[in-house]
C-alpha cells in the first residue's frame, strides 16, 4: 500500500542515479515524508533532507560525475540538513575507504572496508545491539562495508557483533545495513524523527528574524 505524505511534509531528496532509491523513497514515505529523486543538480533546490541509498559506490562516483553533481552534492550535505547514508552511501561520506580506496566525501570520521564482511555469500539479516533501537531490530547486510575505525565525535548507535554499524555524527545518520528493505525500520523512524527536529528548528529561527526584524 501506497503511504500518502502530507503535503507539506518536508521533502528528502534521495540520490537516484544508481541502486535501492525506489525502496528509500518508499520507506520515507512510510514515515510521512515526501520524497524527490536527485538526478541534477536542480533537484536539490529546497530540500530539507537528503538519502544517500545502497548500491555500488564506484557506479555513483561515475554517474556524480557525468551528471555533474559531485560539488553541487557536496554542498547540499555540508549545509548540515539531516543525512541518511545506507550502505554505498556511507561509503560516500566515509573519510577513509579501503579495499580499494577510493574518493569520497569525507564527511564522516570513519573508515570503511569495502565488502567488509565478504561478498554476496556472505549477506544476510543478523540481530543489532543497541541502546537506541528498539530490542530486536535487525539489519540487513548485502556486501556491506565494515567501519575499521571511527572517530571520537561519531556515536555508535548500533553493532553487529563487536563491529559499529549504525553510527551518527551531527545530522548524519550511517547504516552498514539497508533499514529500506524492511517496513517501518527503527532507522527509518529515527531518520524522519531528525528531519522533523531540524525542520521545526529552521521554523523557529525564521519566526524569530520574523519578530525581531
Ligand atoms: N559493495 C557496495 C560498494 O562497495 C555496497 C553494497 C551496498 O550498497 N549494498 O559500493
Redesign the pocket.
Known sequence: MEAHADPLAAIVGVLALQ?DFAEHEAALRLQGLRTRQVRMRMDLDGIAAIALP?????TMLKLLDVEGLWDPLGSALRSGIPVLA???GM?LLAETVENPSQRSYGLLPITVV??GYGRQFHSGTFALASETLPAGTTGTF????RITRIGADCKVLARRDRDPVLVQQGSVLAACF?PELEADHAVMRLFAAMVRRSRSQVGVASNFGMTTG
Open positions: 541502486g545502497g548500491g555500488e559506490s564506484t545506507t550502505c554505498a561509503i569495502r565488502n548485502i556486501r556491506a562495508p539497508h
